[in-house]
């Protein structure tokens, strides 16, 4: 079965102080690995997806990469409004295109 | 704002009844998928169609059902609730049936009193 296992369960930050959230993921024959954004009581918001190992992405401040056992979401220099939960999601290779979520990392972030 | 709509946006009803929910996917968006958010479980997902049929099951109850019509909108169905089933509920849209995005629409809480 697929598993997915995000650390920390809460991150506290100072505004500028960068940071990395972890995801760690088991799964036979991923096909693309997606992190979200969740502000409380709204749908995730799609931030990005990773296929293979080595592979990276960014968007503002936020920066993604990809192992074959693991995924890092790097914050550089966080604000405020960067506050929210983040999710990571698997997607196994097959006929199923489920995704498998991590219970998430709830990030703060003080001005 | 995804392009997904959901309705409605709250639901409070009580033990043993049955509520239904409703999705509309992204324009051109084919697939829908259903997830389940609970505080303990996290988001786990349901049920998938694609233009109609359905294509994947989850750990779905038999008490709960779901559909997608012509027109691609999909409703899912709880029935004989209970109390655990206070969740949010989502839906989720792709433009195919592979490995496209998904995405998110703003959910729908349920509470069974």
């Known amino acids: 079965e697929d598993q997915v296992t995000q650390s920390p369960e809460a991150l506290r930050l100072q505004e500028g102080e960068s940071s990395s959230l972890n995801c760690s993921y088991t799964?036979?024959?991923?096909?693309?690995l997606f992190w979200y954004r969740q502000d409380p009581g709204k749908g995730p918001e799609f931030l990005f997806t990773l296929y293979s190992a080595g592979e990276e992405k960014e968007k503002e401040r936020l920066k993604a990469t990809l192992t074959k056992k693991e995924s890092f979401l790097h914050i550089t220099a966080p604000k405020p409004e960067d506050s929210a939960t983040y999710l990571c999601a698997v997607q196994r290779r097959g006929s199923n295109y489920k995704l498998t979520f991590g219970k998430g990392t709830l990030l703060t972030v003080n001005p | 704002d995804s392009g997904v709509t959901q309705t409605p946006k709250h639901l409070i009803t009580a033990t043993g009844q049955r509520v239904t929910l409703r999705c509309s996917p992204r324009s051109g968006d084919l697939s829908v998928y259903w997830y389940q958010q609970s505080l303990d479980q996290g988001l786990q997902f349901l049920i998938h169609y694609y233009n109609g049929e359905e294509r994947a099951k989850g750990n779905i109850l038999e008490r709960f059902s779901a559909q997608q019509f012509p027109d691609l909108h999909s409703e899912l169905n709880l029935s004989s609730l209970e109390l655990g089933d206070s969740a949010l509920y989502f839906c989720?849209?792709?433009?195919?049936?592979?490995?496209?995005?998904?995405?998110f629409g703003p959910g729908t809480r349920l509470l069974v009193l």
């Open positions: 989720a849209s792709s433009v195919g049936n592979s490995q496209e995005t998904q995405y």
């Open positions: 799964v036979s024959g991923l096909r693309g």
